[in-house]
T-cell receptor
């Protein structure tokens, strides 16, 4: 399977704990996005990487959130001191710069903060 | 500020008939529009897209229509099949050379389509 993969698929944590999610994009894709989806809403943009450079962060991404994409391959999204409001589905997507906007999404990581 | 709106949370259509899903947008800077389909426990899957320079794009059973003056687009599925039952998201983006290639998508809230056998 050469699609976008995300790990873990589910994460349950207690408020105040730190969590880290991983995304492995399609190998030749240079663009990588993180989105967050809450119940009844569409995905909302969080941050964007082109290769290893993080070029935009949404105002939704508070200072408790940090994302990296070392070497322009996989990416991690870390949430420190989790809050109940962080409970959501975190989606990763990747795309090729030559193919406008056709982003391929992973299955997501569902985070539940108790 | 919901820049992309899907006003119908759900739609039921008889198998074999046409399904029409609607989407409205408010940001006149949007110049590329996409439809994604989502099954439970999976990420969204790209279906079809349209550039603002066109008013129609067709791919098999799926056709997307764009009315720029009305800031409205629609997805037509003909004929509808049981496997089409899913949540459909409309998304829009701005393609800007100066944007460092960031073509982030702004999504609507989705329409749940149910095909009745």
């Amino acid at each position: 399977d050469t699609g976008v993969s995300q790990d873990p698929r589910h994460k349950i944590t207690k408020r105040g704990q730190n969590v880290t999610f991983r995304c492995d994009p399609i190998s030749e894709h240079n663009r990588l996005y993180w989105y967050r989806q809450t119940l009844g809403q569409g995905p909302e943009f969080l941050t964007y990487f082109q290769n290893e450079a993080q070029l935009e962060k949404s105002r939704l991404l508070s200072d408790r959130f940090s994302a990296e994409r070392p070497k322009g391959s996989f990416s991690t999204l870390e949430i420190q001191r989790t809050e109940q409001g962080d409970s959501a589905m975190y989606l990763c997507a990747s795309s090729l710069s030559s193919r406008h906007n056709e982003q391929f999404f992973g299955p997501g990581t569902r985070l539940t903060v108790l | 500020d919901q820049q992309v709106k899907q006003n119908s949370p759900s739609l039921s259509v008889q198998e074999g008939r046409i399904s029409i899903l609607n989407c409205d947008y408010t940001n006149s800077m949007f110049d590329y529009f996409l439809w994604y389909k989502k099954y439970p426990a999976e990420g969204p899957t790209f279906l079809i897209s349209i550039s603002s320079i066109k008013d129609k794009n067709e791919d098999g059973r799926f056709t997307v229509f764009l009315n720029k003056s009305a800031k409205h687009l629609s997805l037509h599925i003909v004929p509808s099949q049981p496997g089409d039952s899913a949540v459909y998201f409309c998304a829009a983006s701005v393609v800007l050379i100066s944007n460092f290639g960031n073509e982030k998508l702004t999504f609507g809230t989705g329409t749940r389509l149910t095909i009745i056998p």
